[in-house]
């Protein structure tokens, strides 16, 4: 089986602050990020899409610990957010002090853009990582 969309491939969509996912033929699923076949029915009949980036606040969390290699970000905010085209992607949330966020912004508004992250011990190097701001 191969994959359609490669996490490389994604990655360098990531850093022209274009969201791609894959959309199912068999039953109209958006799975995001890469996998390689659907994340709900399992079929590997899929096609690339581009995603709007935008969506909604569903969970967040203030991340006071980073894992090694990372502590001169922390703390940092963490967010689940609910894309408009339907699947929840992760992601950082930047514009809010992380020691004044509040329940407030769950339902906030969001679009998507990026920031590229080092690597550590743990990965194959930098990459792009999707980075939220709130739509005022």
Not at 63 to 92: H, K, Q, S, T
Request: proline share 7%; charged share 25%.
């Amino acid at each position: 089986m191969e994959h359609k969309l490669t996490f490389k491939d994604y990655n360098e969509a990531l850093k022209q602050d274009k969201l791609l996912g894959l959309k199912c033929k068999k039953c109209g699923a958006i799975t995001v990020p890469p996998k390689i076949i659907c994340g709900s029915c399992i079929s590997a009949d899929i096609d690339i899409v581009e995603l709007s980036g935008k969506g909604k606040i569903q969970t967040f969390t203030t991340v006071f610990v980073p894992p090694e290699g990372r502590e001169a970000e922390a703390p940092y905010i963490i967010v689940m957010v609910e894309l408009d085209e339907g699947p929840w992607l992760m992601g950082n949330l930047a514009g809010v002090d992380p020691a004044k966020v509040t329940m407030d912004i769950i339902g906030k508004q969001v679009k998507m853009g990026h920031a590229v992250f080092p690597g550590d011990k743990y990965s194959a190097g930098d990459a792009a990582r999707p980075l939220f701001s709130i739509v005022a």
